[in-house]
């Protein structure tokens, strides 16, 4: 699933081309996406230039004057900017048009991605009851703690709610766990003040290594160049059950919570 540094590789890849890019269309050949994709998206945004492309924890921001495109690229989405006459596959559900000859093409074979207008970014009900940035100024160790007080929930689902702080998923949760000594099935709630500084740090290098590598590709993730990130080379323990530990040898394990697979080294994690 596309995270974080994946969603951020894409917006820099991006963000060069579109910017000044006049939309001339919008071809929608598959509506029924995560949420159904509004009959009147279209016409909000033909005509309009691409003034910015940014982004909010995984969501992806093409702005225009009076408004913005949320973008989620779901389970297995990804966006390329290619030449009008590249002719469609089989799961390129939607072309955005614009009036030098080139589209973006949003492709998604499981369909868990979405496409909406807003304009209103901070108040769309994706994006209003997101936490911090974790690579932003607000996000420190002193924050985390306090949202961590008293929290029974295990510190791995916690690090990955997103009204706690946004983008730390799967992957990158268990890699900075992994890089902070701390078991992921521990309470949140129990660990200790002195041990967030080294959390905070753990989760602002994974992320930070990740985006320079061009992010992590698993299954279908390619960023907006269709060229796939490499970060993947460099997990010590996401996917890595029964392997070694690069640290003491011992055995990688791994343990579901929350319906998400975790990986560990029980040896050095506490």
């Known amino acids: 699933?596309?995270?974080?540094?994946?969603?951020?590789?894409?917006?820099?890849?991006?963000?060069?081309?579109?910017?000044?890019?006049?939309?001339?269309?919008?071809?929608?050949?598959?509506?029924?996406?995560?949420w159904p994709i509004d009959s009147k998206m279209a016409s909000k945004i033909v005509g309009k230039t691409v003034c910015s492309v940014t982004r909010r924890g995984k969501y992806l921001l093409v702005s225009v004057a009076d408004g913005s495109l949320i973008v989620h690229l779901g389970m297995s989405?990804?966006?390329?900017?290619?030449?009008?006459?590249?002719p469609p596959s089989k799961h390129d559900h939607v072309d955005i048009v614009f009036n030098t000859g080139s589209l973006l093409?949003?492709?998604?074979?499981?369909?868990?991605?979405?496409l909406h207008f807003t304009t209103s970014v901070?108040?769309?009900?994706?994006?209003?009851?997101?936490?911090?940035?974790?690579?932003?100024?607000?996000f420190t160790a002193s924050y985390l703690w306090q949202r961590s007080?008293?929290?029974?929930?295990?510190?791995?689902?916690?690090?990955m709610n997103g009204r706690i702080v946004v983008g730390v998923g799967n992957i990158y949760a268990s890699e900075a766990l992994?890089?902070?000594?701390?078991?992921?099935?521990?309470?949140?709630?129990?660990?200790?003040?002195?041990?967030?500084?080294v959390?905070?740090?753990?989760?602002?290098?994974?992320?930070?290594?990740?985006?320079?590598?061009?992010?992590?590709?698993?299954?279908?993730?390619?960023?907006?160049?269709g060229r796939p990130g490499y970060f993947q080379q460099k997990l010590f323990v996401y996917g890595r059950e029964g392997l070694p530990c690069s640290h003491c040898q011992s055995p990688i394990k791994s343990h579901v919570l929350g319906q998400r697979a975790s990986y560990y080294c029980s040896s050095c994690q506490r």
């Open 1 to 34: 699933m596309p995270e974080l540094p994946e969603v951020e590789t894409t917006k820099l890849g991006l963000a060069p081309l579109l910017i000044g890019q006049t939309i001339s269309a919008v071809n929608v050949r598959q509506p029924r996406l995560r």
């Open 199 to 225: 959390l905070v740090t753990a989760i602002r290098e994974v992320l930070s290594e990740a985006i320079q590598a061009g992010g992590t590709t698993l299954r279908d993730f390619v960023g907006g160049d």
């Open 122 to 138: 901070q108040e769309h009900w994706l994006i209003r009851h997101l936490g911090p940035e974790p690579l932003g100024e607000s």
């Open 105 to 114: 093409r949003f492709n998604d074979p499981r369909r868990f991605g979405s």
């Open 149 to 159: 007080r008293d929290r029974r929930v295990a510190i791995k689902p916690h690090l």
């Open 77 to 86: 989405g990804s966006l390329r900017f290619l030449q009008q006459a590249t």
């Open 178 to 197: 992994f890089r902070a000594g701390i078991h992921p099935m521990r309470a949140a709630g129990r660990i200790a003040e002195r041990r967030f500084p």
